[in-house]
């Protein structure tokens, strides 16, 4: 079946590094996305990996694909108070015409 | 470049009424989708549309309906509305093909009572 899991929460400190991981089970997804949703807004898309890449980056965001465990993980480089929002990991396949979201984690970030 | 727009950006309805939501593409993008997001969940595909034909579908009941028109804007309409439908509603447009590129609107927000 296609699931995404994610924790529910997280807090860092401002400065700091924030690690957002996520797990999905569908061996043949495409792509995999973060996206951001802030409080009251729609989704913005932070940035997306192809299936057959290990890593990206741009600028403070990494992202690490691990296939074989089917593990996603989003690192944030010098957490700002305007990173404080809800991420979701989400995934979709080449033929599909629908993105399997998680059920977001929420970053905060404290003084 | 214009984003996409949904209308309106907040409604009430009463149980066993009909809604319809509105929603314009980016400037470009031929294809459509539709989530619905409850409180504290994720998104969940309800359907997609390209070339005014649906290509897709959640798992949600037929009262859930849609159309796109020639200009790419699209229509979610809903039945019967019950409690459980309350949620935010979320538009996606897209380049058919291009499944990186997915821009959502802000939503509409829709309470049912």
């Known amino acids: 079946g296609e699931d995404v899991e994610q924790s529910l929460f997280l807090s860092v400190r401002e400065g700091d590094s924030s690690v957002i991981n996520c797990t999905y089970t569908d061996s043949s997804s495409t792509y995999l996305y973060w996206y951001k949703q802030e409080p009251g807004a729609g989704l913005q898309l932070l940035t997306y990996?192809?299936?057959?890449?290990d890593m990206k980056q741009d600028q403070r965001l990494t992202v690490l694909l691990n296939k074989k465990d089917k593990h996603l993980s989003l690192r944030i480089a010098d957490t700002q108070t305007g990173d404080s929002a809800i991420y979701f990991c989400?995934?979709?396949?080449?033929?599909?015409?629908?993105?399997?979201f998680g059920s977001g984690t929420r970053l905060s970030i404290r003084p | 470049e214009t984003g996409v727009t949904q209308s309106p950006t907040h409604l009430i309805k009463t149980r066993g009424q009909q809604v319809t939501l509105r929603c314009s593409s980016q400037?470009?993008?031929?294809?459509v989708s539709w989530y619905q997001q409850a409180l504290g969940q994720g998104p969940q595909f309800i359907f997609q549309?390209?070339?005014?034909?649906?290509?897709g579908r959640g798992n949600f009941p037929p009262r859930f309906s849609g159309l796109q028109f020639p200009n790419y804007s699209s229509e979610l309409n809903v039945n019967a509305l019950e409690l459980d439908d309350s949620a935010l509603y979320l538009c996606?447009?897209?380049?058919?093909?291009?499944?990186?590129?997915?821009?959502f609107g802000s939503g509409t927000r829709l309470t049912v009572v």
């Open positions: 990996i192809f299936s057959n890449m």
């Open positions: 400037s470009g993008h031929n294809t």
């Open positions: 996606a447009s897209s380049l058919a093909g291009a499944n990186y590129g997915y821009t």
């Open positions: 989400a995934e979709t396949h080449s033929s599909a015409s629908k993105i399997i």
């Open positions: 549309y390209y070339r005014e034909e649906e290509n």
